[in-house]
């Protein structure tokens, strides 16, 4: 099969090729309606970043109200308009309690989704898969431009529910109804829940319609010689994360269908025994622990499908910038593949006290301490990497270190969680959002920063300035170690989150500096970003030129021209002879030997086994296929 | 005014960033560096990756020996002892991998920093260090998950018989508490009955429902079993109550429960801390709308003694709204004005007929 892919690859170079050297396009094709992956990768990029900004500076505004519950916030009425109530007698102004819990509940569906999965998968994935595998493109442009545009359809009903008058959605980024469901319960269960699950909806078709087209890429369009033993760790990370997306998200889709039927035509699915405003509701028959099932069973793949593309990236940028292998390989696919599968049966962790049956919390509760283990053999994978390595810290090697440490930090917090008997203290509590936005926000978010900053110069042709994004990374990981950090003291202490204040209870009355500390440390972390976002747009145009392999990486993607066109490389795609991380191989010339050098052209450093292979190459100029690195099939 | 000096700041950050960059640039240049060799901003990276680990992890114990007592909450039930002993055992040994793998890693960071007279080591795999480091986290990680199980097993078991019981009833934005009354029975109830009176829903054909009465703080007998049967009106709220480590959600649909055992009366936990203000709270910890931060219930533990004295002081819902004497069926009438306490013309006949009564519908 895989020799009746290459023939067509032949034929197919051929079309592209011609068809590359005499029509780019005009504006609208090679900008908007784009179906080159690179324009597309770059569009979730720009729109990703626009939501991160958006997203970060919700974070800022409640964080405002939680660390400084006294502050006068009337400066911010010409943007809020009556979010901010202002108290006639005192003058001054105070964030509505209920457009607070908005707050939240976009923050953590605008990062978790538009940011984290769009920005980040939608960006990489789309990016390397071909230029990694060695394909002109994905398997389906025009599907992948859709991909795009859905999420663009998707991020501008989200955006709208900003501007309604009941506000966007507020019952939490989970959405559980009944709360959800009645918009007599709460404001933002009006219009602005049915905007959010329009715009999720929308999300979910654009999640699939990449997905479907980053597993095909990836199983058929691999140029010659790419088996799936010499992928780079960021395309096997991908596909695994379109696997898990492609199975979840049709779950979350049919949770959200659910929900606009309980809201809009009256059925019972998550609701009953309800007495609200004063009357009962006719609704029986109905769980709300239904709901909770079904969107965990998306909700914690979803964890995964946003950490495993930040890990793949942190892998292929540390081990280039260690100039060494990535150490146990096999291991570090073998771990996702566990964590892959492992995410499908754990979901009702996030359930123990729900009201679940106990017995059911044993079994996930064991389910769940599994996964530590191949979480742990990824750390102590990294951290071998940088043994008696050769380490360059650059910008993106220092956010893909800032990762380990983040999951390292996130991670063993999960130990506890997991734990049915600690989570039922803890559940609920800032130990959860320390934990989470540890190891999965700010991890996966450091990992984006680093594909950024170590394939800015293959998006874009230029470099990126290094010594802002010096001060960018320390700026950042110190500030998000100083935001997150003190929440597990927080947490310990029993503080419930999505609390407006803890005013009204004693036993929460403490801790005013540490969140007062927490605060300013978001709001630095915050700015810091801009710093980031100059380096960016100034580099797009204005950036150092690139040289054609600045990192001395061994992968496809620095065979292309500076500024490859649409179809990636001139001429042939190059075939592939070895795996990805020949870095500092005894006997070698320099210190990297890219996956297009034969072994036959590096007798001085091939191992016994390697030597073997060179008999298969030259079968391979006839058209031959090496299959897991050793057997050759015709 | 203040956007516009905040604007102006932001143009003028950019502006310097903008000029530090040119500079930068223009004098590398002008010294005809290289910009693809690596510089000395490498070792001082390096560097500040040792100062970063130290700091921190000097910080974080520092903060969290001298300010123990302020993060940790004083702990009142059999099983919450039982749970705050898992993580603290979880906390030792996550904290020691934590440290001993940070310093590692930190120490790698500095120590194998590059220098261009090395070359790296060529280390692809080694099979008896991946399966180490499988199994040791795996073993430990099974000794945890069996010590949370038993835990969590005897948390969650049936309660016993003569397990106190009291009603949880979360709606917006307030909790109410149902007590069984003397039969120690709660009457059924149904969400179809519940009116601006009759918040319970009590179902009033339900003899057990008599005697319920209502309370607004949450009374507890010291060292007696508590089974808290819990529920929700309108959307997800959470029984939580700190200090007891009891945490479980009121659903609307479905019913849920709780059992744990108070171990120190509200007057014992203030001698204990030496803090005469002392009071045990209740608070919810599932969103549940605009005053989901403000739904507090006082909680009061008293020893056995003086909780049965306070629950024989209560009066029975039924006394509170005698006009819903009319929705009980005409033949338990009389038994429900007994058994609610509410005065009748002949008392002493009263009640041998509704004691009769009571027996038959048994």
């Not at chain 1, 009941?166 to 933002?188: E, M, R």
Request: hydrophobic share 50%; proline share 5%.
């Amino acid at each position: 099969m895989a020799t009746t892919d290459t023939h067509i690859h032949h034929d197919v170079h051929h079309d592209d090729h011609h068809e590359h050297e005499h029509h780019e396009g005009n504006f609208w094709t090679k900008y908007v309606f784009c179906q080159d992956h690179k324009i597309i990768a770059k569009q979730f990029l720009i729109t990703g970043i626009f939501w991160a900004l958006i997203g970060g500076i919700l974070s800022v505004i409640f964080r405002l109200q939680l660390g400084f519950p006294d502050m006068d916030l009337t400066w911010l009425k010409p943007v809020l308009g009556d979010w901010i109530v202002v108290d006639a007698a005192t003058n001054v102004g105070k964030l509505d309690p209920e457009f607070y819990l908005a707050l939240v509940t976009m923050h953590g569906t605008i990062m978790v989704f538009f940011v984290l999965t769009a920005g980040l998968s939608g960006t990489f994935s789309n990016f390397l898969i071909p230029l990694q595998v060695g394909a002109r493109d994905m398997a389906s442009g025009f599907m992948n431009m859709l991909s795009y545009w859905f999420f663009f359809m998707s991020s501008v009903v989200m955006l709208t529910s900003f501007f309604l008058e009941t506000g966007p959605a507020g019952g939490g980024w989970t959405v559980y109804p009944p709360l959800s469901a009645l918009p007599q319960a709460i404001k933002g269960s009006g219009t602005g829940m049915t905007l959010w699950l329009v715009a999720m909806a929308l999300f979910i078709v654009s999640s699939l319609l990449g997905g479907i087209n980053y597993i095909t890429t990836v199983i058929n369009l691999r140029t010659k010689g790419m088996s799936f033993t010499r992928m780079p760790l960021t395309i096997w990370a991908f596909f695994f994360t379109a696997i898990i997306g492609l199975l979840s998200f049709p779950v979350l889709f049919a949770a959200a269908l659910l929900l606009i039927f309980d809201r809009s035509f009256g059925t019972s699915f998550y609701l009953s025994d309800i007495y609200i405003g004063g009357e009962a509701l006719p609704h029986v028959g109905g769980s709300p622990i239904l709901f909770q099932h079904l969107f965990w069973f998306l909700g914690h793949p979803e964890v995964y499908i946003v950490l495993l593309p930040a890990l793949g990236i942190s892998s292929e940028i540390i081990a280039t910038n260690s100039r060494k292998p990535i150490f146990g390989y096999k291991a570090m696919i073998g771990s996702m593949l566990f964590i892959a599968i492992l995410s499908f049966i754990v979901w009702a962790h996030h359930m123990f006290v729900t009201g679940m049956n106990p017995f059911l919390g044993s079994i996930f509760m064991l389910l769940t301490l599994i996964i530590a283990v191949p979480s742990a053999v990824k750390i102590f994978n990294y951290v071998t990497t940088l043994w008696k390595g050769n380490l360059r810290f650059t910008p993106g090697m220092l956010f893909s270190i800032g990762l380990v440490s983040f999951f390292l930090t996130g991670g063993i917090t999960g130990i506890f969680l997991g734990n049915s008997a600690i989570d039922i203290q803890l559940h609920d509590t800032y130990f959860v959002v320390a934990h989470f936005h540890l190891v999965m926000g700010s991890a996966s978010f450091f990992g984006m920063l680093a594909g950024v900053y170590h394939w800015f110069p293959k998006m874009f042709g230029r470099m990126m300035n290094d010594k802002l994004g010096y001060i960018h990374f320390w700026i950042t990981f110190v500030g998000v170690y100083m935001v997150f950090f003190p929440m597990h003291y927080i947490g310990i202490a029993g503080f419930p989150r999505r609390y407006y204040t803890w005013t009204n209870f004693e036993t929460f009355s403490g801790f005013t500096d540490l969140n007062m500390m927490v605060s300013v440390a978001a709001i630095l972390t915050l700015a810091a970003q801009f710093i980031f976002l100059f380096n960016f747009f100034y580099s797009i145009f204005r950036g150092r030129l690139a040289p054609a392999n600045p990192w001395n990486s061994t992968t496809l993607e620095w065979t292309t021209p500076r500024n490859p066109g649409h179809g990636n490389w001139v001429g042939e795609i190059p075939s592939v002879y070895r795996w990805p991380y020949d870095y500092s191989k005894p006997g070698a010339k320099e210190d990297f030997i890219p996956q297009t050098i034969p072994f036959s052209e590096t007798p001085e450093s091939n191992l016994p086994h390697e030597n073997e292979l060179i008999r298969l190459e030259s079968d391979d100029k006839e058209g031959g296929i090496i299959i897991g690195g050793n057997k050759p099939q015709h | 005014m203040m956007s516009l000096i905040i604007g102006l700041g932001v143009i003028l950050i950019l502006g310097i960033v903008y000029l530090i960059i040119r500079i930068s640039a223009l004098t590398s240049l002008a010294k005809g560096k290289n910009p693809d060799k690596v510089g000395k901003s490498n070792s001082v990276n390096a560097a500040l990756f040792i100062i970063f680990m130290v700091a921190s992890l000097v910080g974080f114990f520092w903060y969290s020996v001298k300010h123990f007592a302020s993060y940790t909450l004083p702990v009142a039930s059999i099983h919450g002892k039982e749970t705050d002993k898992l993580f603290w055992i979880t906390m030792g040994i996550t904290v020691l991998a934590f440290v001993i793998i940070s310093i590692v890693m930190f120490v790698f960071l500095y120590q194998y920093r590059y220098n261009p007279e090395r070359k790296a080591k060529f280390y692809p795999d080694n099979h008896y260090l991946e399966l180490a480091w499988t199994i040791i986290p795996a073993i430990v990680l099974a000794l945890l998950i069996f010590t949370g199980l038993r835990t969590w097993n005897d948390i969650t078991s049936p309660a016993s018989k003569d397990a106190e019981i009291i009603e949880m009833i979360g709606q917006q934005f307030a909790w109410t508490v149902r007590y069984p009354g003397k039969d120690a029975e709660l009457g059924t109830v149904n969400f179809k009955l519940i009116d601006a009176n009759n918040e319970f829903g009590l179902d009033l054909s339900d003899k057990n429902s008599f005697d319920d009465f209502k309370a607004l703080e949450l009374h507890l007998p010291k060292g007696k079993e508590i089974l808290l049967k819990i529920r929700a009106k309108d959307v997800l709220h959470s029984v939580y109550l700190p200090h007891f480590r009891v945490k479980m959600d009121a659903v609307p649909g479905m019913p849920t429960q709780f059992k744990f055992v108070a171990t120190l009366t509200t007057q014992e936990m203030r001698e204990k801390l030496n803090n005469p203000n002392f009071n045990y709270e209740m608070a919810c910890a599932e969103i549940c709308g605009k005053g989901h931060f403000s739904m507090r219930l006082p909680v009061v533990v008293d020893d056995e003694e003086t909780y049965e004295k306070w629950k024989a002081s209560q009066e029975a819902w039924l006394k509170q709204n005698p006009d819903y004497l009319e929705k009980v069926p005409a033949n338990l009438r009389e038994a429900a004005k007994v058994i609610a306490g509410i005065a009748t013309e002949g008392p002493a006949v009263a009640v041998k007929e509704s004691e009769q009564i009571a027996a038959g519908t048994n």
